[in-house]
T-cell receptor
Framework: ETGVTQTPRHLVMGMTNKKSLKCEQHLGHNAMYWYKQSAKKPLELMFVYSLEERVENNSVPSRFSPECPNSSHLFLHLHTLQPEDSALYLC????????????FGSGTRLTVV | SQKIEQNSEALNIQEGKTATLTCNYTNYSPAYLQWYRQDPGRGPVFLLLIRENEKEKRKERLKVTFDTTLKQSLFHITASQPADSATYLCALGGGTGGFKTIFGAGTRLFVKA
């Protein structure tokens, strides 16, 4: 365990479903991130929360909706996804005052059918 | 747009040799550069961070160089072992990219016994 826990590890959902990905860290970090990783492609930054405020929304479609209720928890709510949204979704955390490396979770492998 | 290039071809080396991975970037003046290791089905693990005013940094068998004139970083693993086999990601942050950290697609390293 890295200190960043993501659930579920695997998720298969239909295009009309609604689901949520959860990320939890108890490292005392004050910034949290969602990244998407598709095969053979670089990690794509989706959302950044710094001190519980969203500071970056990287042109992500509205079918992805983040939520950061406190500095330890981050959610990614999913609805009406497309098959091309199938990927590994990674959560990371860090200290805002840095620079420091990111601590990543193990990811959620999402398959949209 | 900002771009990071890592050799997409896998690097195969013999155990005990030094592995050298390259990261080139364009349209970016980062404040720091990071290297991560990623194993299949897992999240990246932070290895080293080097700032723009540092030429070289070492950690155990790892060495990173950062040439802001060439816009290039080299990542060396000395006395490589089969357990070093993984994908290695380069990431840039700060500077003209602001709060974002952007990642390269990674280079796969295979170390043969």
């Amino acid at each position: 365990e890295t200190g960043v826990t993501q659930t579920p590890r695997h998720l298969v959902m239909g295009m009309t479903n609604k689901k949520s990905l959860k990320c939890e860290q108890h490292l005392g970090h004050n910034a949290m991130y969602w990244y998407k990783q598709s095969a053979k492609k670089p990690l794509e930054l989706m959302f950044v929360y710094s001190l519980e405020e969203r500071v970056e929304n990287n042109s992500v479609p509205s079918r992805f909706s983040p939520e950061c209720p406190n500095s330890s928890h981050l959610f990614l709510h999913l609805h009406t996804l497309q098959p091309e949204d199938s990927a590994l979704y990674l959560c990371a955390s860090s200290q805002v005052e840095g620079p420091y490396g990111y601590t990543f979770g193990s990811g959620t492998r999402l398959t949209v059918v | 747009s900002q771009k990071i290039e890592q050799n997409s071809e896998a690097l195969n080396i013999q155990e005990g040799k030094t592995a050298t991975l390259t990261c080139n970037y364009t349209n970016y003046s980062p404040a720091y550069l990071q290297w991560y290791r990623q194993d299949p089905g897992r999240g990246p693990v932070f290895l080293l961070l080097i700032r723009e005013n540092e030429k070289e940094k070492r950690k155990e068998r790892l060495k990173v160089t950062f040439d802001t004139t060439l816009k290039q970083s080299l990542f060396h693993i000395t006395a490589s072992q089969p357990a070093d086999s993984a994908t290695y990601l380069c990431a840039l942050g700060g500077g003209t990219g602001g709060f974002k950290t952007i990642f390269g697609a990674g280079t796969r390293l295979f170390v043969k016994a």
